[in-house]
């Protein structure tokens, strides 16, 4: 099983990122994903949700609005789309695959930097 984040790195407030997390190993299309970020110091939390068929989707009241979720269950890809970043959005952001009652899988995360 595999989780893999891309898409991070260094951006300007203001900017845009667009992370993407591929899995493999698992039937991707029956598990609700997840994005969690955790900035030096502070807790995990959790960020954005998707259904399994990706028709709900759930957002923090810190990124609502700027952040959206996404899924393409035939690349097994969920995408975080990051607008109007802040530097308070700085953190590892981090995929999970929610298993429910089955086993639960996160990705090894992957740094985005907001700073001018």
């Known amino acids: 099983v595999q989780l893999v984040e891309s898409g991070g790195g260094l951006v300007q407030p203001g900017g845009s990122l667009r992370l993407s997390c591929a899995a493999s190993?698992?039937?991707?299309?029956?598990?609700?994903m997840r994005w969690y970020r955790q900035a030096p110091g502070k807790e995990r939390e959790l960020v954005a949700t998707?259904?399994?068929?990706?028709?709900?989707?759930n957002y923090a009241d810190s990124v609502k609005g700027r952040f959206t979720i996404s899924r393409d269950n035939d690349k097994n890809t969920v995408y975080l789309q990051m607008n109007s970043l802040k530097p308070d959005d700085t953190a590892v952001y981090y995929c999970?695959?929610?298993?429910?009652?089955?086993?639960?899988?996160w990705g090894q995360g992957t740094q985005v930097t907001v700073s001018s």
């Open positions: 190993g698992f039937t991707f299309s029956s598990y609700g």
């Open positions: 998707i259904t399994s068929a990706g028709g709900m989707t």
């Open positions: 999970y695959a929610a298993g429910g009652l089955r086993r639960s899988y």
